[in-house]
């Protein structure tokens, strides 16, 4: 069973950089075919993909966070991080991290509420 868990810090200032990192257990992240995603829900809003690293290493970022949004890996550790630079209030969300195949997310982490606040 594949199990994801989300950690960073809970509360982040405005323009600073968020930076989360996902710890998987259970499957290595560098497994043939599976994407490891981050997505984000803001209050009242709808779940936005923000990105995904490939089992390759390969990076994909949603055209709309791309200038300001980074995904890497440590593949010694079994985790991905994403980085938001320069958040806003609008960066409020609860962030999770997916395993995805074929686009399809099959593994989800628990999700952790980020608020940016001064």
């Known amino acids: 069973q594949v199990q994801l868990q989300e950690s960073g810090p809970g509360l982040v200032k405005p323009s600073q950089t968020l930076s989360l990192t996902c710890t998987v257990s259970g499957g290595s992240i560098t497994t043939d075919d599976y994407y490891w995603s981050w997505f984000r829900q803001p209050p009242e809003k709808g779940l936005e993909w923000m990105g995904a690293?490939?089992?390759?290493?390969?990076?994909y970022i949603t055209p709309s966070l791309k200038s300001r949004t980074s995904i890497s890996r440590d593949t010694s550790k079994n985790q991905f991080t994403l980085q938001l630079s320069s958040v806003t209030p609008q960066d409020t969300a609860v962030y999770y991290c997916?395993?995805?195949?074929?686009?399809?997310?099959?593994?989800w982490g628990q999700g952790t509420q980020v608020t940016v606040s001064s």
């Open positions: 997916a395993r995805a195949r074929l686009l399809v997310p099959d593994f």
């Open positions: 690293i490939a089992y390759s290493g390969s990076t």
